[in-house]
């Protein structure tokens, strides 16, 4: 079934992990299979052939540099200058790829529904949905390389189309996961230049202040690329259920996230793994099943699997080798209950709509 990932950090994994995404993926884990600087060497599960092989026609692909402060101690760049030029190079590796076929840009309705059409009239069967360009729209992940609200309408005008202010710790115009405090005015400022753009608002990694100051600012479509509930894995960088019922009132969609420490309590990065605490694909439909029961109806939930968001096999779903398995959550939302309209909801209609009334 045709699948909307609403998260992944592509360009990231070009430019900063040194992957060549239109490799198999066997290729680019020998690749790194010696290399020990980041955790999940050797372990991706993300390539444009296993994106095609699990039928991810569509998904929404981040820009992400974050700028931090003296003394800070998470990784970033030391000036929002640089961090605004290290997105220009993820968009410089977009726009490659989309020259080579790989990859096509999604900006409005139109070619939303172009890019739909060939995907679905083609077969996976024959492979010709082989041939096709995997779509991508374009979001920035945490909003710190802003140089100034000017940079936001040259950014529309390269195509981004959705924004989440925060992302890790303190930022210029929001606290994100892990930091307290409410919107800087800078923060509220640029909430109102992406009203005025017509920009989705991603409420992912906001600090709850933040969240409802955003939500209250904000008055075009939303959602929340890739979170999962917090009254089943308590954390701040989950949604409560006062923020789901929010989100679902304003018509918003929840992306379903796969990082391991967002699906079982008590994770230790680096030392539980997917197998000693049988963390399978199917434990993420308790988080499905709970937005369900909150909104009446399975209209409010999606994927935003962000299982290139810096971690692999290492930390995601045992049953998880590739992107691609994903397909299986079809069996598994059916064999929990789920019809198959409900599960197309899942699979990508609900954030289509998001998306249609975004761009109507
Ligand atoms: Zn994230």
């Not at 989309?98 to 060939?118: A, F, M, R, S, Y």
Request: negative net charge; hydrophobic residues 40%; proline residues 3%.
């Amino acid at each position: 079934m045709f699948l909307l990932d609403a998260h992944l950090d592509l360009a990231m994994n070009a430019m900063e992990w040194n992957r060549d995404l239109r490799q198999p993926l066997e290729a680019v884990r020998e690749r790194e299979s010696a290399w020990t600087d980041k955790p999940d060497r050797g372990n991706g599960v993300l390539t444009f052939p296993e994106m095609r092989r699990g039928q991810i026609g569509l998904c929404v692909a981040t820009q992400i540099a974050r700028y931090v402060k003296p003394g800070s101690k998470l990784s970033g760049w030391h000036s929002p200058e640089q961090a605004w030029a290290q997105t220009q190079a993820q968009l410089a590796w977009y726009r490659v790829m989309e020259e080579q076929g790989e990859l096509v840009q999604i900006t409005d309705l139109d070619q939303l529904e172009k890019h739909l059409g060939k995907w679905f009239s083609s077969s996976v069967d024959s492979g010709s949905h082989n041939q096709l360009p995997i779509g991508y729209i374009l979001s920035l992940e945490g909003a710190d390389s802003m140089v100034n609200l000017s940079y936001l309408e040259r950014s529309y005008e390269s195509g981004l189309r959705a924004l989440g202010l925060g992302h890790y710790g303190p930022g210029t115009y929001a606290p994100g996961t892990g930091a307290e405090g409410g919107l800087s005015q800078a923060g509220k400022d640029l909430l109102r230049e992406m009203d005025r753009l017509g920009m989705i608002l991603d409420l992912t990694h906001l600090s709850d202040e933040a969240f409802w100051e955003a939500m209250d600012i904000f008055s075009g479509a939303v959602w929340a690329s890739h979170c999962n509930c917090r009254s089943i894995i308590p954390h701040q960088r989950q949604l409560n259920d006062e923020q789901l019922k929010a989100i679902i009132q304003r018509n918003g969609v929840i992306g379903m996230v796969f990082d391991a420490w967002m699906m079982h309590v008590g994770w230790e990065r680096g030392v539980t793994t997917p197998q000693s605490v049988d963390l399978k694909l199917e434990r993420i439909i308790d988080h499905v099943d709970h937005i369900c029961q909150l909104a009446g109806n399975a209209n409010h939930v999606g994927i935003g699997s962000d299982l290139d968001g810096g971690y692999g096999t290492e930390q995601c779903p045992g049953d998880v080798q590739s992107i691609a398995d994903l397909q299986n959550l079809e069996s598994i939302l059916a064999e929990r209950g789920y019809t198959v309209d409900q599960i197309r909801s899942v699979f990508h209609g609900n954030f289509l709509n998001v998306l249609r009334s975004a761009w109507a």
